[in-house]
Nanobody, 115 residues
Framework: QVQLVESGGGLVQPGGSLRLACAASGIIVSNTIVAWYRRAPGKQRELVASMPSGGTTNYVDSVRGRFTISRDHAKNTVYLQMNSLKPEDTAVYYC?????????WGQGTQVTVSS
C-alpha cells in the first residue's frame, strides 16, 4: 500500500524559506513521477511542481525560480524547497504520485506566509 506523509510546513515571514518533505512507502519515488500540489483558501488545487522518473522538472510560473523539487533515493523522500516566500504561497501543500494508474495523495501540510 502506498503511503505519503508530508512534513515541514509552518508559519514563515514573507521572504523566508521552508523545506517540505514527503516520505513515501509502498513505492520507490525514484522510479515514478512525483509532484507537489497546493490548495489555497477559496481556490482550486494547483500543480506546483512535478518531477518525472527521467526528464526535466516542471514548475508553475508563479513559483519558477523560487521553488525546487528534488528527491532522495536513499530516504525514499521527495522535497520541495521554497525560497522567497510570498503571502500568496499560503496554502495546504500535498505531495502526489502514481502507481499502476492510481493517484495517491498525502494528508497535506499547511504553509502560511505572513508577517
Amino acid at each position: 500500500q502506498v503511503q505519503l506523509v508530508e512534513s515541514g510546513g509552518g508559519l514563515v515571514q514573507p521572504g523566508g524559506s521552508l523545506r517540505l518533505a514527503c516520505a513515501a512507502s509502498g513505492i520507490i519515488v525514484s522510479n515514478t513521477i512525483v509532484a507537489w500540489y497546493r490548495r489555497a483558501p477559496g481556490k482550486q488545487r494547483e500543480l506546483v511542481a512535478s518531477m518525472p522518473s527521467g526528464g526535466t522538472t516542471n514548475y508553475v510560473d508563479s513559483v519558477r525560480g523560487r521553488f525546487t523539487i528534488s528527491r532522495d533515493h536513499a530516504k525514499n523522500t521527495v522535497y520541495l524547497q521554497m525560497n522567497s516566500l510570498k503571502p500568496e504561497d499560503t496554502a495546504v501543500y500535498y505531495c502526489s504520485t502514481i502507481l499502476r494508474s492510481t493517484l495517491y495523495w498525502g494528508q497535506g501540510t499547511q504553509v502560511t506566509v505572513s508577517s
